[in-house]
């Protein structure tokens, strides 16, 4: 007999925790909060949260959802998630920046060196286009005894056209060497970066997380 106390002692105790271990909490339609050992019934077609006993959520059980509304809710989760995308890549940025310059002097000689490394690189295209169109012109000289004669070699003929689109690959990769905007525009907003940066201190801002784009039960 008084095993069975016991035994029913036990139990009795453990009920509660069990009921509290799988508490459940929602808004229901009306606006109002809902808790239960169980899902109440107002949290019936709405989303419900199962809770641990320290209050911390465990899993979330959406309430049926019609086609827009779920339509609605993927595209904002899409959208948070791209926002944080956006911000994880700006955080790593900023914390690149900070670690390559600590002026804005910094910036300033690292924009120079960068257009001079796009002189000499200029410079070395406009050397490579001086040399092809020396070639070309034997080419064409080659060209000029077969004219009103035989016809010229299929030689000849191919390397007047691979030397002809060699220079104009060459010029049009010259064109866009003597552009300098987007180096320039490159290193302009470093230096709004870094400003902006140490107005907060240099410190980088830790980009907040996007929310679960979907919950870990549904109900269909």
Do not use: W
Not at 45 to 58: D, F, H
């Amino acid at each position: 007999m008084h095993r069975y106390l016991v035994a029913a002692a036990i139990a009795a105790f453990a009920l509660p925790q069990a009921a509290e271990a799988q508490s459940y909490r929602c808004t229901g339609k009306d606006g109002k909060k809902y808790y239960g050992a169980t899902i109440p019934t107002q949290c019936i077609g709405v989303t419900v949260e199962q809770i641990s006993q320290q209050g911390v959520v465990i899993r979330r059980i959406e309430g049926q959802m019609s086609p827009e509304e779920r339509a609605k809710r993927d595209a904002e989760a899409k959208a948070a998630e791209e926002r944080e995308a956006v911000a994880k890549e700006d955080a790593r940025r900023n914390r690149a920046l900070l670690a390559t310059y600590s002026s804005e002097a910094d910036i300033e000689a690292a924009r120079k060196r960068a257009i001079d490394d796009n002189n000499k690189g200029i410079e070395e295209i406009q050397s490579r286009i001086d040399q092809l169109k020396k070639r070309l012109d034997g080419f064409n000289k080659e060209m000029e005894f077969y004219q009103g004669k035989n016809k010229p070699p299929a030689k000849l003929a191919e390397d007047v056209r691979e030397t002809q689109a060699s220079v104009k690959a060459q010029e049009d990769q010259l064109a866009k060497k003597k552009d300098v905007s987007a180096i320039n525009a490159r290193y302009d907003e470093d230096k709004k970066r870094f400003a902006d940066l140490q107005k907060g201190g240099g410190v980088v801002p830790a980009p907040t997380p996007a929310p679960a784009a979907k919950a870990a039960d549904k109900k269909k």
